[in-house]
């Protein structure tokens, strides 16, 4: 229990507290430093990784998955590179109808739009091909934008497919204020 309490004082923390509690017993990613706080906290979480050698093949296993068990798959991307190595398998998610949530990490906040490493504005470049696109820069916003991305993945409001969600890595490293 305390490795759980640990595991939840950050935002990254609260986001595999998240999983954790929508059955998510695996993801699909290649690890990268704007992800690193989440990639952490899922693996101290007890939820498996499976560590590929390229984001395309992270989300086709992803597709793959959702589609063999009926339940949404988890990718997680860095930044950059990353995102853009994942919108084949995207597409194909979204052609499928595949529920799959692909989450990543930006810059920190300060450094948004000022030639950070990897700084990409992913939403623009996702928004035609999934269900539901956001950046999250607030903690308030944390599990509501989550909650938001596996209902439109899930198909609420629309046909199941592909959401998108990145998350500030200032905010992913932020800590949980619990009373």
Do not use: K
Request: aromatic share 4%; glycine share 8%.
């Amino acid at each position: 229990m305390a490795q759980n309490a640990e595991a939840s004082e950050t935002i990254a923390g609260l986001i595999a507290e998240f999983l954790t509690a929508r059955g998510i017993d695996r993801v699909f990613g290649l690890c990268g430093g704007h992800i690193m706080p989440i990639w952490d906290r899922v693996a101290r979480a007890g939820i498996r990784i499976i560590d590929v050698r390229d984001e395309r093949a992270a989300a086709h296993m992803a597709h793959a998955h959702a589609e063999l068990t009926g339940n949404t798959a988890v990718v997680l991307a860095t930044a950059g590179p990353g995102v853009t190595n994942a919108i084949t398998g995207i597409v194909n998610a979204d052609v499928a109808r595949a529920p799959i949530v692909v989450i990543s990490g930006v810059p920190p906040c300060p450094q948004e739009q000022m030639g950070a490493l990897q700084d990409l504005v992913h939403t623009d470049l996702l928004r035609s091909i999934t269900r539901y696109t956001r950046t999250v820069r607030e903690a308030a916003h944390v599990v509501p934008a989550l909650d938001e991305a596996f209902a439109r993945a899930g198909g609420e409001g629309n046909l199941p497919g592909p959401a998108y969600i990145d998350f500030p890595t200032d905010l992913l490293r932020e800590r949980l204020a619990r009373h």
